[in-house]
């Protein structure tokens, strides 16, 4: 059973535009959410979180919105640069056990 | 500043041989937990290690086994391989067991079961 769900596997969008990454979660034990980052042959980089005590944190390009009633959070990079054509990543944190549970990923293409 | 780094890169054994990856962690963590990423799926939790002890284990069977060591680096063991197990193998570290301090990862080992 998915806990975290990435609905969309690949995404392009034309540089300078905005990109907006999905993410539906089940698990009301969730209370903290993190978006990583994958290059091929690299490992997950850590790009940006949330609490859910908030419903929006922003950090440059990156901004993640968090819909608690909807159990939904998006990833909004603004613009978009061919260099962040990437795998990306959900990931929650369940509050009882700090287990993370990630999603299976949204590959990101930005055309130049 | 070393991040968390994995060893070996690459790896191909048979089934039902034995294999122990490696990870030491970026400085300044004392937690490893390591994760198996399957073809298109995301990274899944296999356990995780704090002061020398397995302290959460995700739905894993006992083939797959670990050990943190006093300078806080770590080992996989897996048992018995099965072809299913050809992964992406991804250690990560943080510090403190219980935080919302995100995790950071090294890049992989590649496991291949042939």
């Known amino acids: 059973d998915q806990q975290v769900k990435q609905n969309s596997p690949s995404l392009s969008v034309q540089e300078g535009r905005i990109s907006i990454l999905n993410c539906d979660y089940t698990?009301?034990?969730?209370?903290?959410f993190l978006w990583y980052k994958k290059y091929p042959a690299e490992g997950p980089t850590f790009l940006i979180s949330?609490?859910?005590?908030?419903d929006k944190n922003e950090d440059g390009r990156f901004t993640v919105f968090l819909n608690k009633s909807a159990k939904h959070l998006s990833l909004h990079i603004v613009p978009s640069q061919p260099g962040d054509s990437a795998v990306y990543f959900c990931?929650?944190?369940?509050?009882?056990?700090?287990?993370?549970?990630f999603g299976t990923g949204t590959r990101l293409k930005v055309l130049a | 500043d070393a991040g968390v780094t994995q060893s070996p890169t690459h790896l191909i054994k048979t089934r039902g041989q034995q294999v122990t990856l490696r990870c030491s962690p970026k400085?300044?963590?004392?937690?490893v937990s390591w994760y198996q990423q399957a073809l298109g799926q995301g990274p899944q939790f296999i356990f995780q290690?704090?002061?020398?002890?397995?302290?959460q284990r995700g739905n894993f069977p006992d083939r797959f086994s670990g050990h943190q060591f006093p300078n806080y680096s770590s080992e996989l063991n897996v048992n018995a391989l099965l072809l299913g197990d050809s992964a992406l193998y991804l250690c990560?570290?943080?510090?403190?067991?219980?935080?919302?301090?995100?995790?950071?990862f090294g890049d992989g080992t590649r496991l291949s079961i042939l």
């Open positions: 990560a570290s943080s510090s403190g067991l219980y935080s919302n301090q995100p995790q950071h």
């Open positions: 698990n009301s034990m969730f209370d903290y």
């Open positions: 949330i609490s859910s005590i908030k």
């Open positions: 990931a929650a944190i369940d509050s009882g056990t700090y287990k993370y549970i």
């Open positions: 400085s300044g963590h004392d937690t």
């Open positions: 290690y704090y002061e020398e002890e397995e302290r």
